[in-house]
Every structure is written in structure tokens, then in C-alpha cells.
């Protein structure tokens, strides 16, 4: 009493949306592709390699492939340190605070200020650097502003109303400034 199952349903018949290409049709496209993207690769390395790969063995094109990946990723890896490098000494100099650079020059009917700062510094130095020179009665002329990298520099042109207090007037002046700041 030997039960044998029932044959399998027969095959749909084929049709033009499910019909399977045959295997050489599909090794042929995966040939074709594979040969796209090897050209595709030598096209990639070929505009930064010196040596023209064109007429290397697949072997040594991969090779020569897998040698530029590693140059670029280590080029990668030296600018990304040299950015850490550059972030972490904006960062400290920014941190540090360094006094403004004053220099007062007596100009005989008056006198010239320059301060030079850093320019991680508030923007209202200018406004300080004016008020400090007039709280001692002096006139300011003419006041310039002017900033460049890391720097800033404010210029101050005053008058000196008595031709008796110019000499003194310059040291009174750096250390009123010195003061503001």
C-alpha cells in the first residue's frame, strides 16, 4: 500500500515578462558590467595617476587602484590632524587673552594713538579707546578702525589745545589707555 505523491503541477507556460534569460545572456551582462566598471575605475585613477593604466594586467590596475585608495585616505588623515591641530591653537589663542600693543606719539599740536589687538576682543574697543582720551579733555581729530587675520588696530588722531602739555600729555595718554584695557 505504497502511496506515491501526485506529480508536480506542470510549468506555467512561458511568458514574455516572466521569461528567465538563459545563462550566457546573463554572463555576457555581468562581463559587460564588470568591464564598465573597470573602465570607470581606470578613468578614476588614470586623471591622478602619473602612469597610464590602460595597458596594465587587471591584476596590477586593482593593485595600483587599491595603492591610491590608501595614499588618499592617509592624505585624509594628515589634513584632518593638521584641522585639529589648527582648531586647538584658534581655540587656545582665543582663550588667552592678550593685552592691546599702545603706542602715543607726540606730534607737536597733537597726538597720535595706535592700539593694536587682537580681534577675538569686543568690538566696542574703539568706543573705550575714544572715551578713555577724551575723559582727560584731549579732542579726538579722527579715529580709523581697521582689521586684518587675527588682528585689529585703532589709530587715534587727537589735539592738544596747550603747546605746554604735549610732552606730558603723551605719557598721561598711554596710561589712560593702559587703563581701559
Given at each position: 500500500?505504497?502511496?506515491?505523491?501526485?506529480?508536480?503541477?506542470?510549468?506555467?507556460?512561458?511568458?514574455?515578462?516572466?521569461?528567465?534569460?538563459?545563462?550566457?545572456?546573463?554572463?555576457?551582462?555581468?562581463?559587460?558590467?564588470?568591464?564598465?566598471l573597470?573602465?570607470?575605475l581606470?578613468?578614476?585613477?588614470?586623471?591622478?595617476?602619473?602612469?597610464?593604466?590602460?595597458?596594465?594586467?587587471?591584476?596590477?590596475?586593482?593593485?595600483?587602484?587599491?595603492?591610491?585608495?590608501?595614499?588618499?585616505?592617509?592624505?585624509?588623515?594628515?589634513?584632518?590632524?593638521?584641522?585639529?591641530?589648527?582648531?586647538?591653537?584658534?581655540?587656545?589663542?582665543?582663550?588667552?587673552r592678550?593685552?592691546?600693543?599702545?603706542?602715543?606719539?607726540?606730534?607737536?599740536?597733537?597726538?597720535?594713538?595706535?592700539?593694536?589687538?587682537?580681534?577675538?576682543?569686543?568690538?566696542?574697543?574703539?568706543?573705550?579707546?575714544?572715551?578713555?582720551?577724551?575723559?582727560?579733555?584731549?579732542?579726538?581729530?579722527?579715529?580709523?578702525?581697521?582689521?586684518?587675520?587675527?588682528?585689529?588696530?585703532?589709530?587715534?588722531?587727537?589735539?592738544?589745545r596747550?603747546?605746554?602739555?604735549?610732552?606730558?600729555?603723551?605719557?598721561?595718554?598711554?596710561?589712560r589707555?593702559?587703563?581701559?584695557?
Amino acid at each position: 500500500m505504497d502511496i506515491t505523491p501526485p506529480p508536480p503541477p506542470p510549468p506555467p507556460p512561458p511568458t514574455q515578462s516572466k521569461c528567465k534569460p538563459d545563462r550566457k545572456t546573463v554572463e555576457k551582462n555581468r562581463r559587460d558590467h564588470m568591464k564598465f566598471l573597470y573602465s570607470k575605475l581606470d578613468s578614476l585613477i588614470a586623471s591622478s595617476s602619473s602612469s597610464a593604466s590602460f595597458g596594465q594586467q587587471l591584476p596590477d590596475r586593482l593593485d595600483e587602484a587599491t595603492n591610491y585608495i590608501k595614499r588618499v585616505q592617509e592624505r585624509i588623515e594628515q589634513l584632518k590632524e593638521k584641522k585639529r591641530q589648527l582648531d586647538g591653537s584658534a581655540a587656545g589663542r582665543t582663550n588667552e587673552r592678550r593685552p592691546p600693543q599702545i603706542e602715543v606719539h607726540d606730534l607737536g599740536s597733537g597726538i597720535n594713538a595706535v592700539l593694536i589687538i587682537s580681534s577675538d576682543r569686543d568690538q566696542a574697543i574703539m568706543h573705550k579707546a575714544i572715551c578713555a582720551v577724551e575723559e582727560r579733555g584731549v579732542e579726538v581729530l579722527n579715529a580709523h578702525y581697521s582689521s586684518a587675520g587675527d588682528k585689529s588696530v585703532v589709530s587715534l588722531h587727537t589735539l592738544v589745545r596747550d603747546s605746554n602739555e604735549s610732552g606730558s600729555g603723551t605719557a598721561s595718554m598711554l596710561d589712560r589707555l593702559k587703563k581701559a584695557f
